[in-house]
C-alpha cells in the first residue's frame, strides 16, 4: 500500500479535520456523515431520551482511511481518544480500569441502511482483569466471563478473520464435554475453559495473542469496521442496490448496556406501526435477561411486545411514549431497538422502518389523514414496486397462515422477481418445458443458464439454490415478469434423486410434487397455497394516494388496448385516453383470418393492377375511353375483385372493432395504429408448411392437396424476409398497398361518425407506424386525409369529429428528421419497442434469450433497455424527437406507448423531457399514475 | 390564371427592369441571365467574331412570366422592339418590309444545355408578301418560298401545338404526285401549293389564319419558348439531372443567315477537339448548300470538316482561328454551329462541348501540358462517371465497328446504367433467372415491374421498351451495377411471339439470338460484340490526373479487401490502406469450413465451461486445489477440447492469411475486422436440413444418417434467429465467445511480428464490429489488448510493431455514444451499409427488392440510401459521431468503410464532416481519389 500512501501523502484534509461527532453534537442534518444509525442515536439523545452515551466517527474518516491505503487519518486516533474520554465522565466508568470498566460496542452505520452487510464487535474493554471487575461490580461472574467470551469470539472472527467455525467447535465440544445443551447451560467453569481455549486460537490463528490493551481493541474494531466497508459481498449488495462506493461508513462506539443482568432486563426491536399491514400500533418483540444476540440465534422465542405492558408496566409506558414521539419527530413509522438494565430502558437505535406493500400504502395514507404528513409526501413515500406488487398474484392470507401452521415453510430465499406461484416441482429444464405446456410448474435449479430459459418460459415461477440478486436466474424470471426466489442457500437440491430437501423439514420434496414461492417475499412452501389476484375497486387507501398522485403530476397517464375489455379496464385503473390501439390484432380471430389471408395472397397483382390504373388517370391527356376500358379490365381482375372484397369484409369487421374501443373510452382520445405486421405473420409458418410439403411430397406425390399446399409454400416464400423486423411493415404496406390503410381509415371515421350520431363524445387518433421518412408521412397523411374528408362530407349533417392524424417514432432516422415529419403529423408517439431494437441493433426475440440478460449479468448493460429506457441512446433520440418536433410544430402531442411507458425510471425521464402522456399496459396504469407524480415532485425538488 | 395573378400583382419587379440584352451588351458573367447559349453568342460578339446580329430576352423575363400568369412583363414587348430596331440598324433589313426583310430566328437557352428538350422557331418575318421580297433579293424563289414552308410549318408545331404529322402527311402526298423522293427534288410549284395547304390547316386547327405580322409571329413564338420550359420532358428532364426548376430559360432571337444559299454557302457543326478521343484536331461535319435541319434530317451524307479546307480554304482558315481563340477564350473544348451564307462565315453558338469518358481525361490532361489550365481545373473537367466508365467492361473498338458496318446497331435508348454486355435475348424474368445460371443472357422487357427482380439479379443487362432514367429497370439496374438501356421507344417487343424488331432492321431478333448493349451509350447492337476490361496500367492519362487529384485532396482512399490480391489491386489502383479486411470470409474456404463448423458445435458448452474455471480463478480465497481440479476437469471436456483444438487449427491458417494481406500493403495500415456474421452462417440452412431430414424421416426412418442430421438439424435450429442482422453477431459474439477473438487477435499479432523480424513494416489495426455500448468496447479492448502484450512480451526482442485498436460505428447508439466510446478506442470506421439499415430500419435484403428501389421511383427516398449516403439521418450520425469522439480523443482516426465509401457524393460528404480516409472496394479507388480532390476543391470554393 506504500505507493498509494506516497501518492497522496500532500493531498490530504488538514489534521484539523473533525472526524468525530460526540452524540450530544450530531443531528439528522449531518445523515451522509454520520451514517443512518449515527444520525438516529444523537437525535434522540438530542430528544433527551435514554441513549447509552457514545460519539460517531464519520463517513468522511472511512474515505480517508482508503485514501491513505488502509491507514487512520491524522487526528482521528486522538478524538477517538477525547471522545472516550467524554463518554467516561457521562458514566462514570473508565476505560481499561479493572474496579470499574467502561464497555463498548463499535458497529457501522452507513448512510443506506444495508443489513447484515457490514460488521459490529461487542464488549470491547474486557481483559483479564477487567472481567474480574466487571464480575464484582454486576455480582455475576458467569455473565462477566460470558461477555468476555463473547468478545474474544467476534473479535477473533471479524478484525483477526479467524475461521468462526473454529471457535463453534470449540464452544460444541465443551457443551458436550459438561453435557450442557445449550450455550446458556454452561456452568462459569465451562467459559473460563473457552475463554482460555478461544485465546489459544487466537494466538495461533493470527500470530499474536489477543490484544489485553482495550485501546488496542478499540483500534483493532474501527479498522474492522472501515475494512468491512469494502467487503465483497458489501460491494455486491451497493452495485445491485445502485448505492455509490464512494459514500463511506460510520463508526458508532457506544457505552454496552446489557439486557442479559436478569428478569428486570431485556432487549427487543419493535416497529412503531405493523410493518406487514399497516395498523397503528406498536409491533414488534422482546426477551426476558438476553443479549441482542440471543434474539437473533432462535434458541428461546421472544415474547410480542405487548407482553412488555404485562412484565414492567413503566417501562412499557416509557418506550410507547418514546415510539410515539419518534414517530412524530420523523413524521414516518419507525424500527427501534431498546436495552431493558436493571429496569432501566434503553434507546439503541431508530431508523424508518422497513414494510410491505400493503403497510407503505395504508401507513402513508393513514398518516395524512392523522396530520402528520402531507399529500406529497405520502406520495413519495409509496415506491412503484409496492404498487406492482399489490397488484400482482399474491397468496391468499388463510392458506397461507395455514401452510406455516402445518410447517409447510420450507425456506427462505433472496425475493428475486415479485409474484406467488404454485406449481409442480420440475428440476429440469426440457420437462419443465413440456410439461409446464399443459400444468403447473414451477422450475427447481441448483442454478440457471441460458440453456434452461425455455424452461422458464413455460414455468409459473422460478427457485434456486444458488446465486444473488443478478444471477441469471433472477435477472430473466425479472424480465419474463415471472415470481422468482433465488438463492436459497439452505435448500439440497438433488438432481439425480430428483429430490429437494429443505434444512428444517424431514421429508425431501419429489418431482413432482406442488411447492409454492412468493417472489416478494422470498417464502418456499410445500403444498399448494390458494393464490388471489388482487381487486383494484377494494383497495381504497391505493386508490386515495394514487387520486393525491393525480393531483400532482403534469404527465397524463394513457393506457395501450386493444379490445373494449382493455379499455374499459384502463379506465377503470384511471387511463384517461388510449395511447395505442393495435388493428392487426383484430386480423387474428378465428373467423377473420381466412379472409385475411384471402386478401394478402391476392394483395400483390391487384395493388400493382390498381396502380397502374391511377397513374393512368393521372396522366395528362389520356383518352376517356382508354381509362374507362381500363378500368373495366382491372375491375373484372379476379386478384382485384377478391382483394376488395376481402378489404369490404374485413372493414365491416374492423367498424364494429373500433366502435366497441371508442366507445368505451368516450371522451377520452384513443390513437389507433393503422396495420404494422409484416403480411406474412398472418400466413402459416414457412418452416411448417416446408415440412408438410415435403411429407406429401414423399409419401403421396399423386394427393390432390399436394399442389394446393405447394402454391401456399411459394406465396409464403416470395413473401418470406430474412429479417422481417426490418422488412415490409407499417407505413411501407400502407404505401405499397394503400387500399388496406384506406379501409382502415374508412372503418375508423365511420364508426367515429356513427357514435357522435348517437350522441357520445369520441377522439379517435389515427396514427401511422415505422415512419422514417417525411415523405411517407406525407403520401399517408393525404391519403388519409381523403378517406377522412370523403366520410365527413359524404354524409348529409355530417357531424363534427375531433381527430387527428400523426405517427409513431420507432425508428432512428424519424427521430433524427422529426422536426421535417411534424410538419405532416399533428402527434408523435414513440414507440421505444421498436426504437431501442433499431439504436442497439437488437432484435427482440433474439437478443434477450442469446445474449442480452447475460450481458446485464456481466454489467456490460446496465439493466435490460427493453424494460428500462436507455437515456444516453434512445433517450437522446426522443429529446432531440421531442425538440425539433415541437420546434416546427408548438402544439404538438407527444407520447410514448412502448413498454417502458409503464416504467417508473422511465417515465420520470418522459416527464423530464416534456411528453404529453405515457401510455402503458393496463395493469400498470396505477404504477404509472404513481411515477408521473413522484416524478414531478422531484422535478420540483431539483428545480427548487 | 386569374387567381395566381391577383395574388402576386403588387410584388413584382419595377416596369423599368431590363429584360433584353443586345448580343452586344453581354458576356458570360451573366450567364445566369442569358443562358448558356446567349451567353456564348454575347461572348463571340463582344471578341469581334462574326455572330448574325440580334439580342437575348433574360431567364428573369421567363420566370416573371410564369409569375404574371403566363402574361409578357411590363416593358419586355418595347424592349424587344428596340432590340429589334438595332438589328434593323445593324443588319440594314427591316422586320416585314418587303423589299428587303429581315428573318429572324427565335432559339431557347438554358443556363445548363438541355439537349432537345426546347423549342426553336427559324424564319421569322416570312409572310405573303416578304416571301416575294426574299425571292427576287436572293434571286432564288424556290429557297424562298422553302424557308416560308419550314416557317409555317414548325409554327404550326410549336406555337399553335398543332400535330406534326397533319403537316408531314401533307409533304408526302405531295412528294408522290410529283413523283419526289425528297423534299429537296420538290419543284417551286409544289412547295407554293403545299404553303397553302399548311396556312388551311392552321387556321382550321387553330381556328385562326396563320399570322401575317411578323411582330404577331415573334410575340407567338417567344411566348412558346417560355412554355418549352414547363413542358413535361422538359420538367422530367431537370427532375433527373437535378436542374432547378426556377432558373428559367433565356430567348435568343437572331438575324437569319441560311446555308442554302447556293454551293458558296453551307452550314455545319464542329468541336474544337475530338469528343470521341480528345485528339486536339478540329472534328466535324457540314453540308454544303443547307440548313441546319439538313444535316439533323440525315437524308444527305454531311463532309468531315477537313473537306471545307479543299472547298473554301479561307473560310476554313478564318473558322479554324475563330475555333482556337474560343478554345482559349474559354479554356475548354468547344461545341461549334456555324453557317456559310454565300461565302461569308457566321457563328452560331459555342459552349463546351459533351464528351466521352476517354476524351474528357485526354483533354483535361493535355490542356494542362498546353499551359490552358491548372491541375485542379483539369481535376475538376473530369466527372466521376467519366472514371467510373472508363474503368467499366467496354467494348473493342473494332468488333464494334465491325458490327456498325455490319448494320448490327438495332436502336438507340436511354443510357441507363454503364457498362456493355452480351449475351442471349431473353424475354421472360424466370427464364432469364433460369439460363443465367449458366449462360450470359441480357434480359428483354417493355418494361420491368418488381416480378422481374429475379430475372435481373441473374441477367448481364437489361433492356426496356418503355421508361425513363428512373423507371424501375433504370433504377435497379443501377442499384444493382449492371448495364441496362431503357426507353428504347423504336423497339417493339412481342412477347407472344417471344421476338423482338427493331425500327429500321428488318429482320426480327429471336429469343435466345445474341444482343449486345451499352449501357453508357445507350446503342443496342444484334449479335455479340467483344468487351475488353481496361488496364488501368495503361490509362495514363487517366493516372496522370488522378495523380494530380492526389496532390489536392485531403481525404486519404483506403480499400476494402480480404485476400492479398484485393490488397495488391488495391495497391495498383493507389488505395493508401485496406479499411476492411474482413476475416471470416476465409471461414467459408471449402477446405476451412469443417474445422469452423465444429469450432461453432462446440462453442456454447466449451465457453460456458471455460467462463466458469475464469470466475472460479477470479474470486477471491478460491483454494488452488479446487481450481485445480475444475481446470483439469475442464480441460478434458470433449467440447472444449474440440472447440480450442478447432481455434489452434483456425488460428494457423489464419495467421497465413494475415501475413499474405499485411505483406502486400507493407508500410501501409491495415484495418482487420474481427469475426461478424452470426455464427449460423457457416452452419447448413435451416430450410434445406428441414427437407431433408423430412425426407430421411419419411422415406427411411432406419437410415443410420437420420440422427446426425437431425442433432444437425437441432443445432441449427438453436442458433436460428428471427432477425439475424439484429442477433448475436459482431462483438456480441466475442463478449460470448472471448476464445473466437483471442484466436484472431493472436494470429493477427503473429503474423505482425514474424513480418516485421523479416524486415517489413506492417501497420496492422484491429476492428471490433458492431459496438454499442462503451463497456463492450471496454471490455473487448481489455481482452484484446491482453492479447496483444502476451505475444509482443512472450518474445524475447519482440520488434516494435504499429497497432491500433478501434471499433467500427455502425449502430446508431454506437454513434450517440461516441464520446464514451472513443475513451476505448483508436479509430473509428463507419459501417455505413450497417449504419443505414438500423438507421431506417431497413433490413437491406429484403427492402431493396420488396419496396426500396419502389420507394425511389415514387421520390419518397431521393435515391437508394444504400448507395448515396442519407446526409438528413445517417450522416447526422456520423457528424455528431465526429464531433464527439474527436473532443474525447482529439487523434482519433475517422474512416468510412461502408459501400458510400466510393460513391462521389458520400466521399463530398465525408470530406465535409472532417474524415480521414474513405475506404471502397478496389474498383472504385480512382474514382474514390478524384472525388477526393474535386470535394476539396469545391470546399475550397465555398470557403473563399
Redesign the interface.
Known amino acids: 500500500m506504500t505507493t498509494v500512501e506516497s501518492q497522496v501523502e500532500d493531498a490530504g484534509p488538514a489534521t484539523s479535520a473533525k472526524w468525530v461527532y460526540r452524540f450530544t453534537e450530531g443531528n439528522a442534518g449531518i445523515r451522509d456523515l454520520l451514517g443512518g444509525k449515527g444520525a438516529g442515536v444523537a437525535e434522540m439523545t438530542r430528544a433527551g431520551m435514554p441513549v447509552p452515551p457514545g460519539f460517531t466517527i464519520t463517513t468522511e474518516a472511512c474515505n480517508e482511511y482508503y485514501r491513505l491505503g488502509e491507514r487512520f487519518p491524522d487526528g482521528l486516533w486522538e478524538q477517538v481518544g477525547s471522545g472516550l474520554g467524554e463518554v467516561e465522565e457521562a458514566t462514570g466508568k473508565k476505560f481499561g480500569e479493572p474496579s470499574n470498566p467502561l464497555l463498548v460496542s463499535v458497529r457501522s452505520g452507513a448512510k443506506f441502511s444495508m443489513p447484515g452487510m457490514m460488521d459490529t464487535v461487542l464488549n470491547l474493554g474486557l481483559n483479564d482483569e477487567t472481567v474480574d471487575g466487571l464480575a464484582e461490580l454486576t455480582g455475576n461472574r458467569r455473565f462477566a466471563v460470558d461477555a468476555y467470551r463473547r468478545l474474544i469470539q467476534m473479535y477473533g472472527k471479524i478484525v483477526l478473520n479467524i475461521d468462526p467455525a473454529v471457535f463453534e467447535h470449540i464452544l460444541e465440544q465443551e457443551k458436550q464435554e459438561v453435557g450442557a445443551t445449550t450455550d446458556a447451560d454452561l456452568p462459569t467453569e465451562a467459559l473460563e475453559n473457552i475463554v482460555g481455549r478461544f485465546k489459544e486460537v487466537v494466538s495461533r490463528e493470527s500470530g499474536k495473542p489477543f490484544p489485553p490493551d482495550p485501546h488496542d481493541q478499540l483500534r483493532g474494531a474501527i479498522s474492522a469496521v472501515f475494512e468491512s466497508w469494502n467487503s ?1 459481498r458489501a460491494k455486491a449488495y451497493r452495485a445491485y442496490n445502485k448505492i455509490p462506493d464512494d459514500l463511506g461508513t460510520a463508526v458508532n462506539v457506544q457505552t454496552m448496556v446489557f439486557g442479559n443482568m436478569g428478569n428486570d432486563s431485556g432487549t427487543g426491536v419493535a416497529f412503531t406501526r405493523n410493518p406487514s399491514t399497516g395498523e397503528d400500533r406498536l409491533f414488534g418483540e422482546y426477551l426476558l435477561n438476553a443479549q441482542g444476540e440471543d434474539v437473533v440465534a432462535g434458541i428461546r422465542t421472544p415474547q410480542p411486545i405487548s407482553t412488555l405492558e404485562r412484565d414492567m408496566p413503566e417501562v412499557y409506558g416509557q418506550f410507547r411514549e418514546i415510539a410515539r414521539r419518534l414517530e412524530r419527530h420523523y413524521k414516518d413509522m419507525q424500527d427501534l431497538e431498546f436495552t431493558i438494565e436493571r429496569g432501566k430502558l434503553y434507546m439503541l437505535q431508530t431508523r424508518s422502518g422497513k414494510r410491505t406493500a400493503a403497510a407503505a400504502v395504508k401507513i402513508a395514507a393513514d398518516m395524512v389523514r392523522e396530520g402528520l404528513i402531507d399529500q406529497p409526501t405520502a406520495v413519495l413515500r409509496v415506491e412503484a414496486a409496492h404498487v406492482v406488487q399489490l397488484l400482482l398474484p399474491r397468496f391468499e392470507q388463510r392458506s397461507k397462515d395455514e401452510a406455516i401452521a402445518a410447517g409447510r415453510l420450507l425456506a427462505q430465499g433472496l425475493n428475486a422477481s415479485p409474484g406467488a406461484a404454485t406449481g409442480r416441482a420440475i428440476f429440469d429444464a426440457d420437462r419443465a418445458a413440456e410439461l409446464g405446456k399443459s400444468e403447473a410448474v414451477v422450475l427447481v435449479r441448483p442454478e440457471t ?1 441460458p440453456d434452461d430459459v425455455h424452461g422458464m418460459i413455460q414455468a409459473r415461477g422460478i427457485l434456486t439454490a444458488r446465486g444473488g440478486a443478478t444471477s441469471h436466474a433472477a435477472v430473466v424470471a425479472r424480465g419474463m415478469g415471472k415470481p422468482c426466489v433465488a438463492g436459497t442457500e439452505s435448500l439440497r437440491i438433488d438432481l439425480n434423486a430428483r429430490t429437494m430437501t429443505a434444512g428444517n423439514v424431514d421429508a425431501p420434496v419429489q418431482e413432482g410434487d406442488f411447492i409454492s414461492i412468493d417472489g416478494s417475499t422470498g417464502e418456499v412452501f410445500a403444498g399448494e397455497i390458494a393464490t388471489v389476484q388482487p381487486d383494484f375497486a377494494n383497495e381504497t387507501d391505493l386508490r386515495q394516494i394514487l387520486d393525491w398522485a393525480d393531483e400532482i403530476r403534469r404527465l397524463q397517464v394513457w393506457a395501450n388496448g386493444d379490445y373494449p375489455r382493455d379499455a374499459e379496464l384502463a379506465r377503470a385503473y384511471g387511463a384517461e385516453g388510449i395511447g395505442l390501439c393495435r388493428t392487426e390484432h383484430m386480423f387474428f380471430e378465428t373467423d377473420r383470418l381466412p379472409v385475411v389471408r384471402r386478401m394478402i395472397l391476392n394483395a400483390d397483382e391487384a395493388s ?1 393492377l390498381l396502380e397502374s390504373l391511377r397513374s393512368l388517370e393521372a396522366s ?1 391527356g389520356t383518352d376517356s375511353h382508354k381509362v374507362e376500358a381500363a378500368r373495366s379490365r382491372v375491375e373484372a381482375s379476379p386478384a382485384v375483385r377478391s382483394y376488395l372484397d376481402s378489404l369490404k369484409q374485413l372493414e365491416d369487421l374492423q367498424k364494429e372493432d373500433f366502435k366497441g374501443v371508442l366507445e368505451a373510452m368516450q371522451g377520452l382520445p384513443v390513437v389507433i395504429r393503422l396495420i404494422d405486421p409484416p403480411l406474412h405473420e398472418f400466413l402459416p409458418s ?2 411448417e408448411l ?2 408438410e410439403v ?2 406429401i411430397r ?2 403421396s406425390p399423386e394427393s390432390p392437396e399436394l399442389r394446393e399446399k405447394e402454391e401456399l409454400l411459394s406465396a409464403v416464400q416470395r413473401m418470406h ?8 411493415r407499417g407505413i ?1 404496406l400502407g ?2 398497398y394503400p387500399e388496406i390503410i384506406d379501409m382502415q381509415v374508412h372503418a375508423i371515421m365511420t364508426a367515429a361518425v356513427e357514435l357522435t350520431n348517437a350522441g357520445l363524445i369520441v377522439k379517435p387518433e389515427i396514427m401511422v407506424p ?1 415512419v ?2 417525411v ?2 408521412m406525407s ?1 399517408a397523411r393525404n391519403r388519409i386525409q381523403a378517406v377522412v374528408d370523403r366520410v365527413l362530407s359524404g354524409r348529409e349533417n355530417a357531424p363534427k369529429v375531433e381527430y387527428k392524424i400523426g405517427t409513431m417514432i ?4 424519424a427521430a ?2 422529426a422536426g ?1 415529419i411534424a410538419g405532416s403529423a399533428e402527434f408523435f408517439s414513440f414507440g421505444t419497442n ?1 426504437l431501442t ?7 427482440r ?3 434477450e434469450g ?2 442480452l440478460l ?2 446485464v449479468e ?4 446496465p439493466s435490460n433497455p427493453f424494460q428500462e429506457l ?1 437515456r ?3 433517450g ?2 426522443m429529446e432531440i424527437a421531442v425538440r425539433e418536433g415541437r420546434a416546427a410544430r408548438p402544439d404538438l402531442e407527444v407520447g410514448i406507448c412502448g413498454e417502458h411507458g409503464g416504467d417508473p425510471s422511465s417515465i420520470e425521464f418522459c416527464n423530464s423531457i416534456g411528453l404529453n402522456y405515457v401510455s402503458c399496459s393496463p395493469f400498470r396504469v396505477p404504477v404509472a399514475r404513481l411515477a408521473a407524480a413522484q416524478s414531478a415532485l422531484q422535478a420540483q425538488e431539483r428545480d427548487r
Do not use: H, W
Open positions: 465483497n443458464s400493382r395528362e414457412l418452416e416446408l415440412v415435403t411429407e414423399v409419401s424476409e430474412m429479417n422481417p423486423m426490418l422488412g415490409l411501407r404505401i405499397l415505422l422514417g421518412t415523405n411517407e403520401t420507432e425508428i432512428p432516422r433524427l428528421t421535417e421498436d431494437q433499431t439504436t442497439y441493433g437488437y432484435s426475440d433474439d437478443a442469446k445474449f447475460r450481458y456481466m454489467k456490460i448493460l436507455d444516453e441512446g434512445v437522446r433520440l
